[in-house]
C-alpha cells in the first residue's frame, strides 16, 4: 500500500497546488458570510476530488489484470494519453497568459462570492473539484493506478482517503486555520491571494508540464 500511496503523492500534490480554488476559498473567508460558505465550498471540493478517484477505481476493473513482472499495455496507453492531454494543457495555460502589464481577469463567479449561499459554494466546489479537466485528468490517473495496484477493498478505501485528505489540503488548511483564529490569519491569507491571482498561468503552466511528463513516464515503464 505504501508503494501506491507514492505513486500517487504528485498527483494529489498536482490538484492541491490550483490557485484558483484557494483563491476562491480565501476570498469565501473574506466574505460576509465567510463560515457557511467556506464549509459549504471545502465540502464540495473535498467531495469531488473523492468522487472522481473512486469513480475511475471502480471504472479500472475493466482493466485486463497482469503480473507484476509483465506489461501493461491497456493500462500504458491511458497513462500516455492522460499525460498528453495534461502538457495540452499546459500549452494552453501558458499561451492565454497576461501579457505584459495586463492584469489577470478574475472570473465572473468570482465576484460573486459574496452573495452566494450555503449551497451555492458546495456546488461550486464540487464543479471545481470534479468537473474541472486539470483535476479530472489526475484524478482519473490517480483512480486508474490505484484500481491496478490490486489491494484489497479496505486497503482502497484508506488509500482513497489519504490521496483526498492531501489533495484538498490546499483548500483544508486555510478554512479550518481561519475558523479557528480568523484575526491573526486575515492579512498573510490577503497576501497570498494577490500573488495566486498574480502568478496563476506561470504556476499552473510548469505544474501541468511536470505532471504530464510524470504520468507519460508511468506509461512508457507500464509498456516495459
Known sequence: MGQVIGQLLPLALGIA??????????????????????????IGWIGGIALVVTVFTLLSAVIPTA?????????????????????????????????????????????????????????????L??????????????????????????????????????????????VLGFLLASDALRQPLSRLRDWLQAENAVIMTVLLLVLGVVIIGKGVASFG
Do not use: C, Y
Open 67 to 127: 503480473a507484476e513482472d509483465t506489461s501493461k499495455p491497456v493500462l500504458g496507453v491511458i497513462q500516455l494519453v492522460l499525460g498528453a492531454l495534461l502538457i495540452l494543457l499546459a500549452v494552453r495555460q501558458w499561451r492565454g497568459r497576461p501579457r505584459g502589464d495586463a492584469q489577470p481577469a478574475m472570473p465572473t463567479w468570482m465576484q460573486q462570492i459574496d452573495g452566494m449561499s450555503f449551497v451555492a459554494t458546495l456546488g461550486l466546489g464540487l464543479l
Open 17 to 42: 497546488i490550483s490557485p484558483l480554488p484557494i483563491v476562491a476559498g480565501i476570498l469565501m473567508l473574506m466574505s460576509p458570510r465567510a463560515r457557511s460558505t467556506s464549509v459549504g465550498f471545502l
Open 129 to 174: 473539484s470534479g468537473a474541472n479537466p486539470k483535476n479530472l485528468l489526475l484524478g482519473a490517473s490517480a483512480g486508474v493506478t490505484l484500481g491496478a495496484a490490486g489491494l484489497a477493498g479496505g486497503d482502497v478505501t484508506l488509500v482513497i482517503i489519504i490521496f483526498t485528505v492531501l489533495a484538498a489540503s490546499t483548500v483544508l488548511v486555510p
